[in-house]
């Protein structure tokens, strides 16, 4: 599951249009707007009508069963009525309503239990509950807000919604096609003011591309769909007293300023903190200690301050301005021409990014160490047991045990974590050495192009370039990164520790060019492959995927029960459909 790219103004709104517009070429196209609601994101897996999975969202890529649960929310179809897709998967929100969630925060201060603070987090944490009971007496809600699947009942995301309503899916009526920029505008202006009248949370308008065919060909980045956007109405603000400046060191070594404030109710919670970002927005604002202060929730999710309300300024109030030395290891800051953050260079010495550093490596997407939180990191730090991630893998039992609140058991779950990360993929191990600038997507893109540790660390600036989504600003981090011998010696102890420093090329046998460029569409049930094998296949031979048929497609590949939507628009755009056979024969050739 991916996040949708936000937006708090008209003026993106017309910019995502335009890029649309430019992305299909200056074909005709529809879009959908619809709610966008504040609960906790679900995933709901159908198999032939009845419910078999219910996931939540959690880090996009891998969330929390919570079936047992999901299965007492009454709005949630258990089995589908009508004539329904063979497997598909619905995608939507859980929710607390306003009532329950004032009613239950009502008994929780007579029993004197701390109070959730909104909806949203009462109906995730709900959702989580291990009594399916106690779910089911919290009352939770959901609207569905979009199907996937391989054979669905129509080609585009407005009818099959519609469609969804028919299986039985509790599916929003505040949803509207529209074909100009004014009836999305006219749309947002109504419910910016209607939404208040909901028995739910809701944040924003979700602006949709309704075919998925141009869904397809608009494509994605690497963290969000181009065919879609989020625009968030206006936060609540509050007015308050900035009390003082302080300063946080990442992992990086980006020095964020942070305003500690007078605590005041922002959005059904008690704000104390507010982000400001760099340098240049403490002189945006001008702030000065003491200043009355707007506050925002940005997505009503992160405070900042939006605004000074200089008229209340004292005659002797202190300007802030921005520190020149590391507050945690008193190193100069740096700053790089043409960025807005301070560094602080010390990236070896620095406690928070030390520590920062050992927190990433370990975490779910880079090598996954189980039992290693923020907590423990601090903990093994203090006792200067580590001191790099290196020193992971030179960890004993005993050295872990003895720390006060761990124990042998703790101990042993955090050494075989670290053991079992040494078959953490290459890709993988190279994200989680924490080099600026690449992230999950430049690593796969490193890894599968120069194969290994060694080719990375020795590639000039232009071979690094010349890779596809390599610009200069990653390329000269990748390069610089490795022309510091405390890293190449970082390097040698990982692979001494066993990690994985290549591809495995075991994968890339068999693999050809033999498809190359062509587009195929799979369908249906197979004999000799899952659905995901033979799209596998198609792709390690240079083909590439696509989710729907249109005049790009060059093959349908059919199985059994194959969707008779995917059959008739193939054959009215004269596409080819193959058979399982057809495209064994077609590899093999």
Not at 211 to 230: E, H, M, N, V
Not at 337 to 357: F, L, T, V
Not at 526 to 543: A, V
């Amino acid at each position: 599951m991916l996040s949708l790219g936000n937006t708090y103004s008209e003026a993106d709104i017309t910019d995502f249009y335009n890029r649309v517009v430019k992305g299909l070429e200056g074909e005709a196209f529809e879009l959908v707007c619809e709610l966008k609601y504040d609960g906790t994101s679900i995933s709901l897996t159908y198999i032939d009508g009845v419910l078999e999975r219910a996931v939540t969202r959690g880090d996009g890529k891998k969330g929390d069963d919570v079936t047992n649960n999901v299965r007492t929310i009454r709005c949630i179809p258990l089995k589908l009525q009508g004539d329904y897709p063979a497997e598909f998967e619905m995608r939507g929100e859980i929710l607390m309503p306003w009532k329950v969630f004032e009613q239950l925060n009502k008994e929780r201060e007579e029993q004197e239990e701390p109070l959730f603070a909104n909806p949203r987090n009462a109906a995730s944490g709900t959702l989580k509950m291990q009594n399916p009971a106690v779910v089911a007496k919290r009352r939770l809600d959901s609207y569905l807000y979009y199907m996937l699947g391989e054979d669905l009942p129509f080609e585009s995301h407005y009818e099959c919604l519609e469609a969804a309503k028919g299986y039985g899916f509790k599916i929003s009526d505040a949803i509207r096609k529209c074909r100009t920029l004014k009836e999305v505008f006219d749309f947002i202006n109504y419910w910016d003011t209607e939404r208040k009248n909901l028995p739910v949370a809701t944040d924003g308008i979700v602006i949709k591309v309704n075919s998925f065919d141009q869904q397809q060909r608009l494509g994605y980045t690497a963290k969000s769909p181009r065919w879609a956007i989020a625009y968030k109405f206006q936060a609540e603000r509050a007015l308050t007293r900035l009390k003082e400046v302080t300063y946080q060191v990442g992992r990086t070594g980006v020095v964020t300023p942070v305003a500690n404030l007078d605590p005041v109710q922002l959005s059904g919670t008690v704000v104390k903190r507010a982000t400001l970002h760099n340098a240049d927005i403490i002189e945006s604002l001008d702030l000065h200690i003491d200043d009355m202060v707007y506050v925002e929730k940005g997505g009503e999710i992160i405070p900042k301050i939006t605004a000074v309300d200089k008229n209340q300024r004292s005659l002797f109030a202190q300007k802030v301005n921005f520190i020149e030395v590391c507050p945690e290891c008193g190193t100069p800051l740096e700053r790089v021409e043409g960025e807005a953050a301070h560094y602080c260079p010390n990236e070896d010495g620095c406690p928070p990014q030390i520590m920062g550093k050992i927190e990433h490596f370990t975490g779910r997407k880079a090598m996954n160490i189980d039992g290693l939180g923020p907590e423990i990191i601090d903990l093994l730090y203090s006792h200067k047991l580590i001191g790099s991630i290196a020193d992971l893998y030179t960890l004993k039992l005993q050295d872990i045990a003895m720390l006060s609140g761990l124990g042998e058991k703790s101990g042993r779950k955090i050494v075989q974590g670290i053991r079992d990360s040494v078959n953490v993929p290459f890709e993988r191990v190279l994200f989680a050495i924490g080099i600026r600038y690449v992230g999950e997507t430049v690593a796969k893109k490193l890894a599968n192009t120069l194969l290994n540790i060694d080719t990375i660390a020795t590639a000039s600036i232009e071979e690094l370039t010349a890779i596809d989504e390599i610009g200069e600003s990653i390329a000269g981090s990748v390069y610089h990164y490795f022309r510091e011998p405390k890293h190449m010696e970082l390097i040698q102890k990982l692979k001494e520790a066993g990690l994985k420093m290549e591809v495995d090329l075991s994968k890339k046998e068999n693999s050809s060019d033999i498809l190359g460029g062509k587009v195929f569409v799979v369908s249906g049930v197979f004999e000799n492959f899952s659905r995901d094998g033979i799209k596998e296949t198609i792709e390690r031979n240079g083909g590439k995927i696509s989710s729907s048929i249109s005049s790009k497609t060059d093959y349908v590949v059919a199985g059994e029960n194959m969707g008779p939507a995917k059959k008739e628009k193939a054959e009215a755009l004269g596409v080819k459909i193959i058979d399982e056979q057809t495209f064994i024969n077609l590899i093999n050739n």
